[in-house]
């Protein structure tokens, strides 16, 4: 998608003064980050006294301000129109540090053009932000130093250190690895998805695949969902390759330390970049190697700003670099699921990100290790549960629940409930008017916290002390409705009293360090019973857990999102997978479900631990529906404090994609209000766009989404707008 260079006399006016421009014998063309909406897409050229490479960072004017840029090309000449303009220089040029690689600047045109943004600002957002405040004296005293602690090390004696011991390999570990090192002596190797349930060992194979990558003399990238949650899988790598550099990225880092490994990956003293969705964007200069780890994991997807998928980038990246790319799972996305299915029955059809479609290997590990057994799934009819005629509601635990945890707990072993619903309860509500503690600015409800005496919405923010009294009636007797992490911990202590009880979720872990000791205490041992959101299901190697339970997971099965099946049943099986890693406990260790839905098919998969039934049956269904992985989506959405102006532009939008030429294969839908339709007093609309074909539905999207920046003019009050390719929910 190489779209014509424009040239940078638009923001000419008011410029500040420059020094004159030298007789500069050559241009450039620069990225970089335009204001948002503004029209302007392409590179922008500038006038340079010496060629310089692309991928070299500079500053530049752009209107009255200074910008970073990157040099994106400079091979062809102005146009002949062009040559009676006379360019801005630029202002400096920061020669310390190696242009960055043209597989990085491949990377980000793809994306670009495949997320529809424009280059600039997809470059710009996925460079370290510190980058923007310094000039290149300052940046070049950070490279030096850098550069002298580098020689420091590599100069010293091979360093004491010792690797810890690596296990001997299972037999699907081996497996799984020589398939890897076959496809990575291909030139253009497929993607391997590595299918092992919880606790088959797959980080042994990602360190393994590593280390074979290293001793090569390439780097390897490892993505994992969330960083947060895995510090024990830095703590695995930095003990397996002591002496070997590491660099962690993602979202806690400060900016200093965010630019310092960025700039120690760009100069190719790292080995080992670990990060979360943004390090797919790491200039290795020497990439020989991706994992993506639980790669069916919702939070790849980044939500705002470009909204790419890290997965299918990493899967991009790795073909287009010549490197195997291995994605691990015990539940794969069924778009990896699909593409790894017809590996053999399907020649390579124009199916996936990109225009040649990589089919996958896949290699599966359906054991865990030295045997261990999968928990027993149980499920429990809340439905046969005999209930007081004067209970208002159902018993938090059922009593074959209870009994389980006393035992565990009788045993000395631990267990994990859980419930994705933080808050002490989702809504208060007066019985006498019918009050609901609705937030003013969302259409949602507050949720009341109990022990910070607040109501809270998880939307927007707005907080408020909980009432004394109804502010509608005034009656006195107002009460919470439904349950949360917070009751239930509340009710867990009142119910199991001898037991310990730690509550983790994104109320108890908000503090710096608090989820870090909360985990701590769990693996000492301090903890017999840990409640929490689904941020305790998450790949925790909780090695004394033995029972798991699942309060209340039904309510997503009724929701309007069409992968709410496929994200409850990897959720579910990641917490089971929670139980029972020890093998010399496994056998006993369980997990009990509590749902009004015993029947239902996806519990009666999970009971089995059979995926692969799960991901038929569900795939069948999206085939009949026309969804994806069986068809491509985009949506475009409008927000404005007046939903009628969203509708209204999301209207013109519509006609305007109906007048493309390409709009054939396309279907689009009627604009609708989002799920959640009003947040922070803005109104949220938004229409999907569906087409069998990705070429297709790309092909319209290059030519009406820039259409949309003109659009937009026309419709005063229009808050945002945005498209969304390939979205995870709609
Ligand atoms: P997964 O990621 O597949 O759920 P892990 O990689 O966390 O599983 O492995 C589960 C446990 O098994 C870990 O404690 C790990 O150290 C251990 N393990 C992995 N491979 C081996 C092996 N070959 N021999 C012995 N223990 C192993
Ligand atoms: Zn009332
Ligand atoms: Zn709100």
Redesign the pocket.
């Known amino acids: 998608m190489t779209k014509p260079p424009q040239v940078n006399t638009i923001f000419k006016l008011g410029g500040r003064q420059n020094p004159p421009p030298a007789e500069p014998s050559q241009s450039v063309l620069v990225v970089v980050e335009t204001p948002r909406y503004s029209a302007v897409a392409a590179p922008l050229r500038y006038a340079c006294e010496r060629a310089l490479p692309p991928g070299t960072l500079v500053r530049v004017p752009l209107g009255k301000r200074e910008v970073l840029g990157v040099v994106w090309a400079d091979s062809d000449p102005p146009a002949v129109d062009d040559k009676a303009i006379t360019l801005r220089p630029l202002v400096q040029v920061f020669g310390a540090l190696p242009p960055l690689p043209p597989s990085w600047r491949a990377l980000v045109s793809f994306a670009a053009g495949y997320y529809q943004r424009a280059v600039g600002e997809l470059a710009l957002s996925v460079l370290p932000p510190e980058l923007r405040r310094l000039d290149a004296a300052a940046l070049t005293r950070r490279v030096d130093r850098l550069r002298k602690a580098w020689q420091a090390v590599s100069t010293e004696p091979p360093t004491a250190a010792v690797a810890v011991d690596a296990?001997?390999?299972?037999a699907d570990?081996q497996r799984a690895l020589q398939v890897l090192e076959a496809l990575r002596a291909q030139p253009q190797p497929p993607p391997l998805l590595l299918w092992?349930?919880?606790?088959?060992?797959?980080?042994?194979v990602y360190l393994r695949a590593t280390a074979a990558t290293l001793e090569s003399g390439r780097q390897a990238l490892v993505l994992v969902p969330e960083i947060n949650l895995t510090p024990q899988l830095e703590a695995r790598f930095a003990a397996r390759f002591p002496g070997r550099r590491i660099a962690a990225v993602h979202s806690a880092l400060t900016p200093a330390q965010r630019l310092r490994g960025w700039l120690a990956v760009l100069m190719g003293q790292v080995d080992i970049v670990l990060g979360t969705r943004l390090a797919v964007f790491s200039p290795l200069p020497r990439l020989g190697l991706v994992v993506v780890d639980e790669e069916h994991d919702p939070s790849y997807k980044q939500q705002e700003g470009a909204r790419y998928s890290a997965r299918d980038l990493a899967v991009w990246r790795g073909r287009a670099e010549g490197v195997p790319v291995l994605l691990?799972s015990?539940t794969p996305s069924l778009e990896s699921w699909q593409r790894a299915a017809h590996d053999n029955a399907v020649p390579a059809a124009a199916a996936s990100v990109g225009s040649r479609a990589p089919r996958y290997r896949r290699v599966d590990?359906a054991e865990?290790?030295?045997g261990a057994a999968l928990p027993r799934v149980r499920l429990v009819d809340m439905t046969a549960l005999p209930r007081p005629a004067a209970a208002r509601t159902p018993p938090v635990l059922a009593p074959a629940v209870l009994d389980a945890l006393r035992q565990c707990l009788a045993r000395g072993e631990q267990s994990l409930v859980f419930l994705n619903r933080r808050g002490y309860a989702p809504v208060l509500h007066c019985a006498d008017c019918g009050w609901k503690s609705g937030c003013p600015h969302c259409s949602a409800w507050r949720v009341f916290h109990k022990r910070e005496r607040s109501l809270r919405c998880h939307h927007c923010g707005f907080g408020e002390p909980v009432p004394r009294a109804c502010p509608d009636c005034g009656n006195l007797d107002i009460a919470p409705i439904g349950r949360g992490t917070e009751k239930l911990e509340e009710q867990l202590v009142e119910l199991l009293p001898q037991a310990r009880i730690a509550r983790l979720d994104a109320d108890t872990a908000r503090g710096k360090g608090q989820l870090e000791s909360r985990l701590a205490e769990v693996h000492a041992g301090e903890v017999d019973i840990l409640v929490g959101t689904q941020m305790v299901t998450k790949?925790h190697?909780f090695?004394r857990i033995t029972l798991v339970v699942a309060v209340n997971p039904d309510g997503v099965l009724f929701t309007s999102d069409f992968r709410a099946g496929e994200r409850l049943f990897a959720l579910l099986m990641q917490a089971a997978?929670r139980a029972g890693?020890d093998a010399a406990n496994a056998s006993e260790s369980q997990m009990w479900v509590q749902t009004w839905h015993p029947r239902h098919p996806l519990y009666q998969a999970l009971q089995r631990h059979d995926f692969a039934a799960f991901a038929a049956a569900t795939l069948a269904e999206r085939a009949a529906a026309g969804l994806p992985p069986h068809s491509h989506l985009a949506l475009l959405r409008a927000e404005a404090r007046d939903a009628a102006v969203a509708s209204a532009f999301l209207h013109a939008a519509t006609d305007g994609a109906l007048a493309q030429s390409d709009v054939a294969g396309v279907t689009l839908y009627p604009p609708v209000p989002t799920p959640i339709n009003k947040v922070a007093g803005i109104e949220r609309m938004q229409m999907l766009l569906e087409s069998r074909s990705r070429t297709q539905l790309q092909r319209l999207l290059a030519a009406w989404v820039p259409t949309l920046h003109a659009l937009h003019r026309q419709h005063k009050g229009l808050a945002r707008w945005a498209v969304d390719v390939d979205p995870l929910a709609i």
Request: glycine share 24%.
């Open positions: 296990p001997a390999l299972s570990q092992g349930v919880t606790g088959s060992g797959k980080t042994e691990g015990a590990m865990r290790i030295a790949g190697d090695r997978g890693r």
